[in-house]
T-cell receptor
Framework: GQNIDQPTEMTATEGAIVQINCTYQ??????LFWYQQHAGEAPTFLSY????GLEEKGRFSSFLSRSKGYSYLLLKELQMKDSASYLC??????????FGRGTSLIVHP | EAGVAQSPRYKIIEKRQSVAFWCNPI?????LYWYQQILGQGPKLLIQ????????DSQLPKDRFSAERLKGVDSTLKIQPAKLEDSAVYLC?????????????FGPGTRLTVT
């Protein structure tokens, strides 16, 4: 299948750095997305990786290793508003998207 | 630029009843998606349209769910008859083209409760 695995829940302290990992099936891979979803709201786009390496965008960075079927989202200088679910999504064959279950991040003071 | 519009925002029905959801994507977006998101899980793709053609509907329970995108713009998703396990948020999303090249923009969703 196209299983996407990510941790269910993580906690971190305001101002700290947190890394959320995601592993996925490598066959038929056409790109990896990260979305943020606050409780009761729709997902919003954070990043897209299709080539190996690190993409940096402000406090958020995303890394991809295609050979390992591995990605991570790095959040720096954590703020309380970063408490949300972070969804890893894989574009497969014909660019059909598959989302993971999401990682619930809790940021505490 | 207006975002993805969905209606209704909330719906409560009894099992075995029918329900329909409506989605208006961002103007010019060729690709439209319907997702089902059960509480505590990630969005599950039900159907993906490219203009008015179906790209994938492999996870759509076709005995009770149907969807159409006439004229390649608005779309409707229907459930008939509804079951208790259909209680979820139904998200519509659109992208300029297929996901591999462009990000998806999500609507606010319709929260369906089946009693």
């Amino acid at each position: 299948g196209q299983n996407i695995d990510q941790p269910t829940e993580m906690t971190a302290t305001e101002g700290a750095i947190v890394q959320i990992n995601c592993t996925y099936q490598t066959s038929g891979f056409n790109g990896l997305f990260w979305y943020q979803q606050h409780a009761g709201e729709a997902p919003t786009f954070l990043s897209y990786n299709v080539l190996d390496g690190l993409e940096e965008k402000g406090r958020f960075s995303s890394f991809l290793s295609r050979s390992k079927g591995y990605s991570y989202l790095l959040l720096k200088e954590l703020q309380m508003k970063d408490s949300a679910s972070y969804l890893c999504a894989r574009a497969g064959g014909s660019y059909i998207p598959t989302f993971g279950r999401g990682t619930s991040l809790i940021v505490h003071p | 630029e207006a975002g993805v519009a969905q209606s209704p925002r909330y719906k409560i029905i009894e099992k075995r009843q029918s329900v329909a959801f409506w989605c208006n994507p961002i103007s010019g977006h060729a690709t439209l998606y319907w997702y089902q998101q059960i509480l505590g899980q990630g969005p599950k793709l039900l159907i993906q349209f490219q203009n008015n053609g179906v790209v994938d509907d492999s996870q759509l329970p076709k005995d009770r769910f149907s969807a159409e995108r006439l004229k390649g713009v608005d779309s409707t998703l229907k459930i008939q008859p509804a079951k208790l396990e259909d209680s979820a948020v139904y998200l519509c999303a659109s992208s300029l083209d297929r996901m591999g090249l462009y990000e998806q923009y999500f609507g606010p969703g319709t929260r369906l409760t089946v009693t």
